[in-house]
């Protein structure tokens, strides 16, 4: 069951797709190793994988933050769509115009339907994903 995957079960999955035959191949793999892990609720283990996942991981951070907002394939969690589109944001370099307009309209569609209640735990979300991140 893909949403019981713990990080070393996916680190040892990940290094074993990385001989993956060609780049699309590889991302695919990539990508569905985070968002395994995302739905797991093991965050350390999806941004490990986002780390490693090279060219798709603004758009995974996006789709992960979409996913969050919606509801779907992952539980609507506003706060936490909050901080991965955040991540979209901040890792969005070079600027992809296209891309960027994407992540922005996100943004405020997420800030138009959060609470004070789910502020306060965008906050909390951001903390953890930025700690993670600055542990590099």
């Known amino acids: 069951n893909p949403a019981q995957l713990d990080l070393k079960t996916i680190l040892q999955l ?3 797709f990385a001989g993956a035959k060609n780049a699309v191949e590889k991302h695919a793999v990539t990508d569905q190793l985070l968002l395994d892990a995302v739905a797991a609720g093991n965050i350390e283990a999806a941004l490990y994988v986002f780390s490693r996942a090279g060219a798709t991981d603004v758009k995974m951070s996006y789709a992960v933050a979409k996913m969050f907002f919606e509801g779907n394939g992952l539980p609507k969690d506003i706060a936490k769509a909050w ?3 955040r991540l979209a944001l901040e890792k ?3 600027k992809n115009p296209a891309l960027d307009t994407q ?4 943004m405020n569609d997420i800030n138009a339907a959060m609470t004070e209640r789910d502020q306060m735990e965008a906050r909390s979300e ?6 993670f ?3 590099k």
């Open 126 to 131: 951001w903390s953890t994903l930025e700690s």
């Open 103 to 106: 992540i922005q309209k996100l």
């Open 133 to 135: 991140i600055n542990k």
């Open 83 to 85: 901080a991965w589109n």
């Open 92 to 94: 969005n370099n070079p």
């Open 14 to 16: 990940q290094d074993f």
